[in-house]
Nanobody, 124 residues
Framework: QLQLVESGGGLVQPGGSLRLSCAVS????????IGWFRQAPGKQREGVSC??????STTYADSVKGRFTISRDNYMVNLQMNSLKPEDTAVYYC???????????????????WGKGTLVTVSS
């Protein structure tokens, strides 16, 4: 059973940076596409970024391109978030889907394993 645990959330001022981490256990990252998703109050969960099981491909939502960077090493998938804006405030989740199901991440309903989330608040 794959387990995902997020960390690194917190309160940051607009323009600041945070680094989120997703610790993966129970299986190798080489078998799973890992994505970061977020859900703001009153809004639907949305995809933020994804890294393929090989680590060779990444995708980003238009709203975070140029500001967020996804990376992985060993059993961690990280999301470096720079130039944060108030609209980035949300609970951030990491999620996984097996590489035999899809070549990259799927919409939230298609992701198989989820962490419990970490809250990011961008406010002055």
């Amino acid at each position: 059973q794959l387990q995902l645990v997020e960390s690194g959330g917190g309160l940051v001022q607009p323009g600041g940076s945070l680094r989120l981490s997703c610790a993966v256990s129970g299986a190798s990252l080489d078998y799973y596409n890992i994505g970061w998703f977020r859900q703001a109050p009153g809004k639907q969960r949305e995809g933020v970024s994804c890294i393929s099981s090989s680590g060779s491909s990444t995708t980003y939502a238009d709203s975070v391109k140029g500001r967020f960077t996804i990376s992985r090493d060993n059993y961690m998938v990280n999301l470096q978030m720079n130039s944060l804006k108030p609209e980035d405030t949300a609970v951030y989740y990491c999620a996984a889907v097996h590489r035999t199901v899809a070549t990259m991440c799927l919409p939230p309903d298609g992701m198989r394993y989820w962490g419990k989330g970490t809250l990011v608040t961008v406010s002055s």
